[in-house]
Nanobody, 120 residues
Framework: QVQLAESGGGLVQAGGSLRLSCTAS????????MGWYRQAPGNQRELVAS???????NYADSVKGRFTISRDNAKNTVYLQMNSLKPEDTAIYYC??????????????WGQGTQVTVSS
């Protein structure tokens, strides 16, 4: 089993910054893509940013130029640096990871979510 532990959410004023972290633990062969999703009340969960094992990144248009995703493969950790935050960034942020087990099959895992609130 794989667990994803998130940290770093909180309350910040518009224009401020937060850094989210997510660390995977458990018994697995490797972690492929990792990413961050968010869900605001009444909205569907949406992709914010993702990063491949090799470091290629992908961002939602709404966060390009403001958010940066990165990962430390040695620590099985993915980060999301969020700058110039806007009230519309308010949501629960979820970490996601595609994990390969020792039978070499892939499974997707989710963190428990961390609240990010941006006040105007």
């Amino acid at each position: 089993q794989v667990q994803l532990a998130e940290s770093g959410g909180g309350l910040v004023q518009a224009g401020g910054s937060l850094r989210l972290s997510c660390t995977a633990s458990g018994f697995f062969f490797s972690i492929n893509d990792m990413g961050w999703y968010r869900q605001a009340p009444g909205n569907q969960r949406e992709l914010v940013a993702s990063v491949t094992l090799g470091g290629s990144t992908n961002y939602a248009d709404s966060v390009k130029g403001r958010f940066t995703i990165s990962r430390d493969n040695a620590k099985n950790t993915v980060y999301l640096q969020m700058n110039s935050l806007k009230p519309e960034d308010t949501a629960i942020y979820y970490c996601n990871a595609f994990v390969k087990n020792f039978r070499l099959s892939m499974n997707t895992y989710w963190g428990q979510g961390t609240q990010v609130t941006v006040s105007s």
